[in-house]
């Protein structure tokens, strides 16, 4: 039995004096893996035009039923998105989100994106649910206003031509 004691003392001195593996999770972050898939978020063209069309595409794709999206018609005097309709109005319940990545997939113009924020915290059921507010992406810190006023037929395609980068 002293033996036993001895051998599990070894042990535990052996270990105390290597370096810790511990990370203090406030203040120190590990870095996520590239294809991990974490909050959601709503993207834009750089003229700041939504890029979701309110297709409902990720709706229908969706297992877990939950994204709620309902469109509206874009107009030239409040337009949202460059093709005809916007979404008006783009839920998703947190709470029943599997984090399946099926509504990136799914949407034509990669609007919804799965970025890499995995601090999700809500203290009520009410906070879960991502409105269109809290899920679009800011171009910038103050954050450009969505309805624009543009010339009539200067949007004839729901997807802008895309430029060559090189």
Not at 71 to 90: I, K, L, M
Request: proline share 7%.
């Amino acid at each position: 039995m002293v033996i036993e004691i001895i051998k599990g003392l070894g042990t535990t001195f052996k270990h105390i004096f290597q370096p810790s593996v511990t990370v203090e999770y406030p203040d120190e972050k590990r870095p996520v893996r590239p294809r991990f898939k974490g909050r959601h978020v709503l993207k834009r063209y750089d003229n700041g035009l939504e890029k979701c069309i309110g297709c409902a595409l990720c709706a229908a794709a969706c297992p877990a039923d939950a994204i709620f999206v309902e469109s509206d018609e874009n107009r030239d005097s409040w337009r949202f998105s460059p093709g005809e309709r916007y979404a008006s109005v783009y839920e998703i319940n947190m709470l029943r989100c599997i984090f399946c990545g099926y509504c990136e997939d799914a949407c034509p113009t990669e609007a919804i994106v799965l970025e890499h924020d995995y601090e999700l915290s809500y203290y009520d059921r009410a906070s879960a649910i991502y409105t269109k507010e809290k899920l679009m992406d800011r171009l910038d810190d103050s954050g450009t206003a969505t309805p624009m006023q543009v010339d009539p037929g200067e949007f004839d395609r729901a997807i802008p031509d895309m430029q060559d980068p090189g």
